[in-house]
């Protein structure tokens, strides 16, 4: 919850976004589809279930591709 707090505090204190509302809205939608992942419980397993498969390496969120 306190990650949400902090991700819409910085959301709505952006100085140059040029549309907070939509930013906020997609914010909350993200938020939103992240509970409703962690309520089901199917849908929760399926999700971080280890399914053997190697789909390469991630880079880290923010890391220039």
Do not use: S
């Not at 976004?17 to 992240?34: G, N, S």
């Not at 999700?47 to 220039?64: H, I, K, M, R």
């Amino acid at each position: 919850m306190e990650e949400l707090f902090d991700e819409l505090v910085n959301a709505l204190d952006a100085p140059t976004a040029p549309d907070k509302t939509a930013d906020i809205a997609q914010l909350l939608t993200e938020w939103q589809h992240t509970a409703e992942a962690h309520a089901d419980r199917k849908l929760r397993a399926a999700l971080t279930a280890d399914n053997g498969a190697d789909y390469g390496p991630v880079l880290e969120p923010g890391a220039a591709p």
